[in-house]
């Protein structure tokens, strides 16, 4: 159990933040010393949300553990450069799945198996765990007060006060105050309902946070410590801001960090110093100058599903002082003649990650068009895969070479299933079979890098560990003809069975990578591949200026 515990709900309307406000005061918190943990509670009842549409729920995001969680856990691990696991992100699925299956062994002894106590209980128990040797446990509960599936998480955490103790715990409601522009005005109804709503099932929140296009007045303030049982200190505004590091600075500036300080009887174990993110702030805030970048995916218009990568772009720009301007392209497009015009005004090339046939054929030609023209190109996951297949069929001249995934019958399946493999020093078959998880390769797993290579260069190591999330794999069978064409195999699993990142000679900057490196960039530790990349990208357009 941890020794202090702070709950956030939301209310009034859903994504106000509550993802990047739990990340925030995490960050504050760390920055006094105490050692926290972030988890979220989704009250959705798919058992893990890799399988589920990114579409509908944005980005799946991957932990070293390989568990596949939602977004907001990438919004904790940027802000406050912890490592978590599987224990920081349960779905109510998860919370049925336990209760049932103990009841299926008879470990209830024919007693009812019920919501109280026997729901409540679990969801508890896993909130204990996540918090264990913390000093302080922040709990998201997805979702908005006044939804059905929320109610068991709400009643849980009402108990928690009782197990954990009165001053131990803090409740942190986060609302929306709208601007209603006709009458010129701050209304904060919404926010007294909300609040209501959540007093009627018990929980009294300290904190209100709200949300609002602009700063809320004294009167508004007042009004809704007032109504809503607060002090007035206790109604934090976070206002819009141009880049969502500057949240915690705002909160900052609102005395959020002293009031839950304050509030938990917590003893700071230093002073915090928020030099460096000021710094990092203000360069996303006043770049030098851009350096625009094509982003050749499918679906570009959902930009949510790639929210890591997105964001890992901000962290190498800050670090250099540049704006990254994304293009977003969407690979289908590059499949019409005269797509070259769309590739034209761009200093660099990136293929993410992806599923699905659709847009193959683009993504290649994309390919094709850094390589021939040296533009700066990096390759990610389903664009290593890209990349491989380009390099195949163009250069080494396997004709119809393709990926096993799109084309069962190439007669050069260059990149193909892997039928099993070592995760932590347990071996993984494929599980074809099994319809949650196990078929892909999930997680961190080390990669060796080859010295005088750029990806050497890049990470100045030998030695690095990296997530994955994907099912296909380079072909050991042909690595000797593409090797003898010029694909140099920079990086590979320790025991040579995977191939791990490619790249190519003669070439300003040309590299993939099998693995997601959007998934350890951290505002104050960019990722180093992106960060040459966007680097090597602002160099090509220095070098188009001075043509
Ligand atoms: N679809 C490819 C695979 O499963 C690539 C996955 C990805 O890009 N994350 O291997």
Redesign the pocket.
Known sequence: MAKKYIFITGGVVSSLGKGITSASLGFLLMSYGLKISIVKIDPYINVDPGTMNPYQHGEVYVLDDGAETDLDLGHYERFTGLTLSKKNNFTTGQVYYSVIRRERRGDYLGKTVQVIPHITDEIKRRIKEAGKDKDVLIVEIGGTIGDIEGLPFLEAIRQMRYDAGRDNCLYIHLTLVPYIKVAGELKTKPTQHSVKELQSIGISPDIIVCRSEKRLTKEAKEKIAMFCNVEKEAVINAVDVDTVYEIPLRFRKERLDDLVIKKLGITPKKEPDFTEWEKMVEAIKKPKDTVRIAFVGKYVGLKESYKSLVESFVHAGASLNLKVDLKWIEAEDLENDGFEELLKDVHGILV?????PRGIEGKIRAIKYARENNVPFLG??????AAVVEFARNVARLEGAH?E?FDKSSPHKV?HLAKKWEKDGKIIERDETSDKGGT??LGAYPCVIKLSTLAYEVYKRKKISER??????FNNEYRDVLERHGLVVSGESPDREFVEIVELKDHPFFIAV?F?PEFKSRPLSPHPVIKMFVEKSYESKGSEKAN
Do not use: A, T, V
Request: positive net charge; contains cysteine.
């Open positions: 993410p990650g992806g599923f699905g990610i996951c389903l664009g290593m895969q990926s995934e990149i892909m390769r994955h999330r994907h099912r296909y794999e099998q997601h």
